[in-house]
């Protein structure tokens, strides 16, 4: 579990005691997540966007989650930093939800016995170029340049 950018060992150690290593008390990772507090909230109707509150859960669990996520978020070079700072521009600082995904990355170690696959903080930009290509004209636009794209040759 220490493989996890911001989890050490003392973090792993209260993790698990509150965790334990059997996963097969919860159906799906979603069941923990809703379990740990740390599930994502939706609460939504007609087009509005509602206030909600913060879900109940494990209170020590949550607490050591939160601080894997911000330690997560200063790790040079990992998936979860970028993860957090996409959130954080759209969201804000509270509201990125790098702890759940900590949480579903635990959970499926845990159940399937594999090791933690960082993906890097270039997964996100390659995953989806066109979108990253758009997004940083309409920047350089907003800034009063003008854009002119060629595709680089092999």
Known sequence: MQEIPGVDGTLAAVIIAELGVDMSVFQNVSQLASWAGVCPGNNESGGKRKSSRIPKGNMYLKTALVEAANAAAKAKGTHLRDKFYRLKARRGYK?????????????????????????????LDKLNKHHLTRNLVHRLERLGYTVTLEQKAA
């Open 95 to 123: 509201r990125a939800a790098v702890a759940h995904k900590i949480l579903v990355a635990i959970y499926h170690m845990l159940s399937q016995k594999v090791s933690y696959n960082d993906l890097g903080d270039l997964y």
